[in-house]
C-alpha cells in the first residue's frame, strides 16, 4: 500500500511531529501529494473515491508506520467525506483544492440559531483532529429558530451538522495528552458567529447529495470501521516490536533459558487471535460493501450490528494484551523516544474515544 519512499518520509518525521505536537511540512506534503486527506471524497470534487476496503488498507498501513500521522487522515479524511453530503455546486468549488482539510467535532456542544437569513453558532468543542491544519471546522448544534428551541416528532432537541470556515474560528490551544501529540487536536470556539443555510447538512444514506456508492454507508459503521482499522495498523506494530525485542534478548542464553519459551507462547497466541479478528474485520467490511455494490443495503443491518460489537471487544482485547505485554519490555520501552513507547502511548490515547471505547 505504501511505497519505501513514502514510509521513509513517515518514519523521517515521527519525532519531530510529536516535539512540534502538530503533523510536519513534509507530513502534510505527503498526505496532500497523494490526496489522503480526500480518501473518501468523490473523484468529481477532485477525491480518490475509495473502495471501502481500499481506503481501509490504507488507513491500517499508515498506522502500522505511525499511529498519529495515520489517526490524523482517518480523522480528516473523514470530515472530507462531509463533501458528499453538501450541494454538488458547493462541494466542486470547495474541495477541487489540492489543501482543502476538514477536521472537528462531533459532540453537540453549541447552539445553532436560525435568524432568518444566518444560522448563527455559539458554543466550544473539544477535540478537532489537525486543528492547525484545517481549513474548515466541523460541528454539531442544537437548533434554535429566533430564541426557540426546535424539537423533533419525538420530542427530541434538533441537532444539525455544519462547517465554518477556518477564520471565523478560534483555536484553543489545549492539546496535551501524552500519545497521539501531533494530531494537534485542540479546542474551538465561536461566537456568535452568522453561516448561511448551505453550511448545514445532515449525514446519512437519505441526505447524501453524491451518487457515490460510499454514501450508502450510514456514518457510524464508516466510523468504526476507519476507527478500528487506526487501532489494528497501531498494535500489529507493537506486536512485531515486541516479536523483534524478544529476539534480540533471547541472544543471551540465560534469558532465553528462563523466559524464552513462555513468552514467545504468549506473543504467539496473541498474534494468531489478532490475524483472525483482523480477518474477521475486513471480511465484514467486503460484506458490506458486496451488498452496498449490489443495491443489496437491506443486508447489511445485521453487519452493521456485528461490526459494532466486534470493533469494541477487539478494541479492549488489544488494550488488554498490550497491558500483558508492556512490563516484559524493559526499562528502554519505558523511554519517550523509544517505538514500543511511542507506540504504547499512541494506542492507548486512541483508546481514550468515546466510539469505541467499552465492549
Known sequence: MLSSEQILTIKEAQSEAIHKKSLTANQLKLAYDNNWFNLWVPKEYGGKEAKLGDGLALLEALAYEDGGFAWTVTLCSGANMFAGFLEPGLAQELFNKKDICWGGSGRASGTANWDGEHYVLRGEWQYATGAPHLTHFTLNARLFEHGQAVYDKNGEPKVSSFFVPRDQVLVHYDWTSFGLECTASHSFSLQDVGVPKSHAFSLGPQAKTSQSPLFELPFMPFAELTLVVNYIGMFRRFLDLVERYF??????TEWAKQYSKDRFKLLDGFQVDFEQRRGHVFK????????????????????????SVEARSFVADMRQQVVQLFPLLGILASQMENELNIVFRNIFTASQHSLLNGR
Open 247 to 252: 529476539f534480540e534478548k533471547a541472544k543471551d
Open 284 to 307: 465484514l467490511a467486503e460484506q458490506i460493501w458486496s451488498n452496498i455494490l449490489s443495491d443489496a443495503v437491506e443486508a447489511n443491518t445485521m453487519i452493521y450490528e456485528e461490526l
